[in-house]
C-alpha cells in the first residue's frame, strides 16, 4: 500500500507537498513537531522495555514467592508427613503383634 502511494507521485508531486507543508507550519514548527514525534516514539519504546521487564520479574519473583499467607507451610507439611508415617509404622507393629497374640490364645 505505501509502494502504491511512493509511485503515485513523481519527484515534482513531492516538491509540491513538502513546499505547501513548509508554507501551512513554517520552517520553525517542523522541527519542533518531528522533536516531538521522536520522543513521543522513544517514550513508547521506553514503555515497552519496561512493561518487558516488569513482566519478566513478576515471573520471577512468582517463581521464587512463598506460598500464599494462606497457604501450608511446606515445612510444617514435611514434618506432619513424618508424624503420620511413624504412627502408620506404629500402628502396623501394634497390629502385627496383637495379630500374633490373637493367634497365640
Not at 44 to 50: D, N, P, R
Not at 61 to 70: E, F, H, L
Amino acid at each position: 500500500m505505501i509502494d502504491l502511494m511512493a509511485n503515485a507521485f513523481g519527484p515534482t508531486q513531492w516538491l509540491i507537498i513538502i513546499a505547501i507543508v513548509l508554507l501551512l507550519f513554517g520552517g520553525s514548527k517542523i522541527p519542533e513537531i518531528m522533536r516531538g514525534l521522536g520522543s513521543g516514539m522513544k517514550e513508547f519504546k521506553k514503555g515497552l522495555h519496561e512493561e518487558e521487564e516488569a513482566e519478566a520479574a513478576a515471573g520471577t519473583a512468582r517463581r521464587d514467592a512463598a506460598p500464599p499467607s494462606g497457604g501450608p507451610d511446606p515445612a510444617a507439611l514435611e514434618e506432619r508427613i513424618r508424624q503420620l508415617e511413624a504412627q502408620l509404622q506404629a500402628a502396623k507393629t501394634a497390629g502385627t503383634t496383637s495379630g500374633s497374640e490373637a493367634r497365640k490364645e
